[in-house]
Structures are given as C-alpha cells and as structure tokens.
C-alpha cells in the first residue's frame, strides 16, 4: 500500500508540474500574441500619427493663419506654411521656437517629439524647434523628412527693361524707380543684388547721382545723400546684362539671408516621435 500510495503521490504530482509548465506555455504564448498585435496597432497609429502631424506642419498655414501673430490661447492648429506660397513662413518658424509648447496640442500625453531643421547639404547644423521629453528607453521611435524652402520675408523687385529711364539708357541697362524719405530708411534696407558684379548709378529728379559696382551692397547711405524733400524718387540704375539683379527690401533686418532671394537654400525638416 505504502508503494502504490508513493507511486499515486508521486504519479500526481508529475501531473501537477505537467499541467503548470503547460498553462505557463500557453499563457505566455498569449501574452505575446497580445502583444504583437498590439505593437503591430501602435506601429501602424504611430506612422499615421507621424506623418499626420509632418503634413499639417508642412502643408498647412494653420488656424488661423496668422497664428504668428496672436495670443497663444487663440491658436487652435500650428502650420508653418507661408499663406500664398509652398514655402515655410521664417515668422512661424520663429514664433514656435519661441514658444515650442504651442505643439503640444497637436501630441496625446506620453509621446516625445522633436521638430528640428537644418540645411540639406549640411545634416551636422541642426537647430531643434521643438520638443518634448526624452527618447530613452522608448520601445518604438518614428522620423520623416521633408525637403523645404523658407519665405524669409524680403520683398525683391526683379531689374529688367520695363519702365522709362531719365537716362534714356540702352537695353544693356535696367533701370527702376523707388519712392522713398528719411522715416522709411530708418525701418527699413534696400539691397543691389546679383548674380555677378554690375555698374548702377543712383540718381535723384535734380541730376544728382552716385555710381558704383557691386554683386550685394546696401544703398542706404547712398540713397541718404540723394535726400532732397519728404517724397524723394529715386532712379535705380542698373547694367546687368543678362545678370539677374534685384532690388530688395528688408524691413526685418535679415541681411544674413539676402542670398536666397537669388538662390533659395533648400531646408529639411525632421520630426521624430516616440512612445
């Protein structure tokens, strides 16, 4: 009796240790059954999430449009696009980064992000424009691009052979009339810009002139000594050939990106989230 007893005994507890190994087997297959499914839902709300957010930065003004401009509990949606054009609107740019919480409300609670833009042909000059938490220990990470160009907010006038000259110039000249008086000089810097060196001549309804060459010269202080009354017209003269010459006005101290009215440096934009 002893022996069957013994025999029963341990007979059952081998049924016992067999039945645990397998409800852990079976359990533990299903939790990770579970938990791909759930990580393959994550994957796919986490890309839509992704590419959701970089559309509306890139693709939209948001709302409303001016949203640069208002107080922050006006905002409803953050937009980067400039109004008229595809372009990136510089104010915008500036106006979340100096508020970078204004992208909150575009993320639930527990996901990170970060919006950075940096030119294309150099990746190592990042500037991050906004961002939320860390990126530590985070099971999934996401990131996508956009190639972009910025409106940095210079008004540019192309020179070509397209108003009467008091010069009676050839069309080797180009030549443009401005309207201008001291309060206007103080606010804002007008520009000769091209793409090679030219000859201009600067001249005033009294026959007064300053020539010069330049491919980027501020024409300010030229234009100061033409001064004669509160309305002065200035004559722009330009002998551009075949050069594209502009005449650009700055009213937002931005001479750093002169340049990209000729030549608009192409910019990209990264967001990265994780959860």
């Given at each position: 009796m002893n022996d069957k007893g013994q025999i029963i005994i341990t007979e059952l507890l081998f049924y016992i240790l067999l039945s645990v190994i397998i409800l852990s087997v079976i359990i533990y297959a299903?939790?990770?059954?579970?938990?791909?499914?759930?990580?393959?839902?994550?994957?796919?709300?986490?890309?839509?999430?992704?590419?959701?957010?970089?559309?509306?930065?890139?693709?939209?003004?948001?709302?409303?449009?001016?949203?640069?401009?208002?107080?922050?509990?006006?905002i409803e949606t953050i937009g980067l696009k400039q109004t008229k054009t595809d372009m990136l609107d510089y104010d915008k740019i500036m106006r979340l980064k100096d508020s970078p919480q204004l992208l909150e409300n575009h993320f639930s609670d527990g996901v990170s992000y970060v919006l950075m833009l940096y030119p294309k042909n150099n990746p190592n000059k990042r500037e991050v424009?906004?961002?939320?938490?860390?990126?530590?220990?985070?099971?999934?990470?996401?990131?996508?691009?956009?190639?972009?160009?910025?409106?940095?907010?210079?008004?540019?006038?192309?020179?070509?052979?397209?108003?009467?000259?008091?010069?009676e110039h050839d069309d080797k000249w180009s030549c443009i009339t401005i309207n201008v008086n001291e309060?206007?000089?103080?606010?804002?810097?007008?520009?000769?810009?091209?793409?090679?060196?030219?000859?201009?001549?600067?001249?005033?309804?009294?026959?007064?002139n300053i020539t010069g060459q330049t491919q980027k010269t501020c024409i300010n202080s030229q234009i100061m000594q033409l001064i004669k009354n509160d309305n002065q017209t200035i004559h722009v003269h330009t002998k551009s050939d075949t050069n594209n010459t502009y005449l650009v006005r700055d009213a937002n101290n931005r001479e750093r990106f002169i340049e990209s009215v000729i030549k608009p440096e192409i910019y990209v934009l990264k967001l990265i989230i994780a959860v």
């Open positions: 299903t939790e990770t059954i579970n938990d791909y499914q759930v990580t393959g839902i994550n994957h796919r709300q986490l890309n839509k999430l992704l590419e959701d957010n970089l559309l509306t930065l890139t693709k939209t003004s948001g709302k409303p449009e001016n949203w640069e401009k208002i107080n922050t509990n006006k424009i906004a961002q939320r938490g860390t990126f530590n220990n985070r099971k999934q990470i996401r990131a996508k691009n956009r190639t972009v160009i910025i409106d940095y907010k210079l008004k540019s006038t192309f020179l070509k052979n397209n108003e009467s000259c008091p010069y309060n206007i000089l103080s606010n804002t810097k007008y520009y000769l810009l091209s793409d090679s060196n030219i000859e201009y001549i600067l001249s005033n309804t009294y026959s007064d």
